[in-house]
């Protein structure tokens, strides 16, 4: 079984920054997509940015340029640097592992983009 934990959302003002972690246990495989999705109330969940084990990262176009995903192997560990955020980015943050066609989820992290 895999379990997923992630830490480091709160709230920050527009144009702020703040970093997500999210710590991966169990059996997890060299083949394993690791990624942050969205969702706002009101919305569907949707993809933020994912990495392959390779590094190979891929982004939302509504982030593009101001968050960046990378991944620590060794640890099992995938971050989301996220910069100069809007209030559009209001939204509970979750993190997905997928491996031989399974996806596993996180519990999800509050991220709030306020004045």
């Known amino acids: 079984q895999v379990q997923l934990v992630e830490s480091g959302g709160g709230l920050v003002q527009p144009g702020g920054s703040l970093r997500l972690s999210c710590a991966a246990s169990?059996?997890?495989?060299?083949?394993?997509?690791m990624g942050w999705y969205r969702q706002a109330p009101g919305k569907e969940r949707e993809l933020v940015a994912a990495?392959?084990?390779?590094?190979?990262?891929s982004y939302g176009d509504s982030v593009k340029g101001r968050f960046t995903i990378s991944r620590d192997n060794a640890k099992n560990t995938v971050y989301l640097q996220m910069n100069s955020l809007k209030p559009e980015d209001t939204a509970v943050y979750y993190c997905k592992l997928r491996q031989y066609y399974k996806d596993y989820w996180g519990q999800g992290t509050q991220v709030t983009v306020s004045s």
């Open positions: 990495v392959t084990s390779g590094g190979s990262p």
């Open positions: 169990g059996s997890i495989f060299s083949s394993s997509v």
